[in-house]
């Protein structure tokens, strides 16, 4: 494929990390989905009403687990894209802490007590730091070049 031969061989797995992401997203998607139906959420609300809706604490954790990923996908993956040009394995396991971080900043999101999405989701902020120092390098590797 044409460009290929231009990313190292390791990029692979930065590609890869971004595709597993891209699951997890559809599948906290489907869980806000099942949500709706749960708690009887109708779009076009993207909220439920507390004071028409008794679960509506309930529902709003889930969307909002599922919202703020959405608000953090783009900075995740451009600098997944950059810093993985010229750091792919270190991208990679960053990435993958972010991914698993991710899940579980979702899950305690989702239990309703949005203090639990920090318990292991506090460390996709972390690997986040490492992604965007990597990006950096990679800049910084570019301009020096």
């Given at each position: 494929?044409?460009?290929?031969?231009?990313?190292?061989?390791?990029?692979?797995?930065?590609?890869?990390?971004?595709?597993?992401?891209?699951?997890?997203?559809?599948?906290?998607?489907?869980?806000?989905?099942?949500?709706?139906?749960?708690?009887?959420?109708?779009?076009?609300?993207?909220?439920a009403?507390?004071?028409?809706?008794?679960?509506?604490?309930?529902?709003?954790?889930?969307?909002?687990?599922?919202?703020?990923?959405?608000?953090?996908?783009?900075?995740?993956?451009?600098?997944?894209?950059?810093?993985?040009?010229?750091?792919?394995i270190?991208?990679?396991?960053?990435?993958?802490?972010?991914?698993?971080?991710?899940?579980?900043?979702?899950?305690?999101?989702?239990?309703?007590?949005p203090?639990?999405?920090?318990?292991?989701?506090?460390?996709?902020?972390?690997?986040?730091?490492?992604?965007?120092?990597?990006?950096?390098?990679?800049?910084?590797?570019?301009?020096?070049?």
């Amino acid at each position: 494929m044409a460009g290929v031969e231009m990313l190292p061989k390791e990029y692979g797995y930065v590609v890869l990390i971004l595709s597993l992401y891209g699951l997890l997203n559809f599948w906290m998607a489907t869980q806000v989905g099942k949500a709706r139906r749960k708690y009887n959420v109708t779009y076009p609300a993207m909220y439920a009403s507390e004071s028409e809706n008794k679960d509506a604490n309930l529902f709003n954790c889930i969307q909002r687990g599922h919202q703020n990923s959405l608000e953090w996908m783009p900075s995740f993956y451009i600098f997944m894209v950059v810093g993985g040009i010229k750091h792919p394995i270190i991208s990679a396991a960053l990435g993958f802490v972010y991914l698993v971080a991710r899940y579980f900043y979702f899950t305690g999101y989702s239990s309703g007590d949005p203090q639990k999405r920090l318990t292991i989701g506090k460390f996709n902020f972390l690997a986040l730091i490492g992604l965007i120092l990597c990006g950096i390098s990679c800049g910084i590797s570019f301009v020096l070049a």
